[in-house]
């Protein structure tokens, strides 16, 4: 059974830094892209960071120059570094694989930045 499993979420201060880990259990048939995405409370899911298989990353707006996507083929791992964080970088992080014959989602990682 395919599992993405999020680690390194937490209770940060403005202005800190967390790194996010999303780790694959199990096998997914030739995964393309990677990616984060974020819920925030009352907010809907939204884009945070892809990064393709040949390392082509993509960010909005919102978090470019504070975030950095990077990834591990060999272990089929995703990271998100997060840097200079705001208050409204406060949400429930997701990992998100596309792949040949589908796209998987991870259960969430929690992040909570206090002012």
């Known amino acids: 059974q395919v599992q993405l499993v999020e680690s390194g979420g937490g209770l940060v201060q403005a202005g800190g830094s967390l790194r996010l880990s999303c780790a694959l259990s199990g096998n997914i048939f030739s995964i393309t892209s990677m990616g984060w995405y974020r819920q925030g409370p009352g907010k809907q899911r939204e884009l945070v960071a892809t990064?393709?298989?040949?390392?082509?990353?993509n960010y909005p707006d919102s978090v470019k120059g504070r975030f950095t996507i990077s990834r591990d083929n060999a272990e089929n791992t995703v990271y998100l570094q997060m840097n200079s964080l705001k208050p409204e970088d406060t949400a429930v992080y997701y990992c998100?694989?596309?792949?040949?014959?589908?796209?998987?989602w991870g259960q969430g990682t929690q992040v909570t930045v206090s002012s």
């Open positions: 990064i393709t298989n040949s390392g082509r990353t």
């Open positions: 998100r694989y596309w792949a040949r014959l589908g796209d998987y």
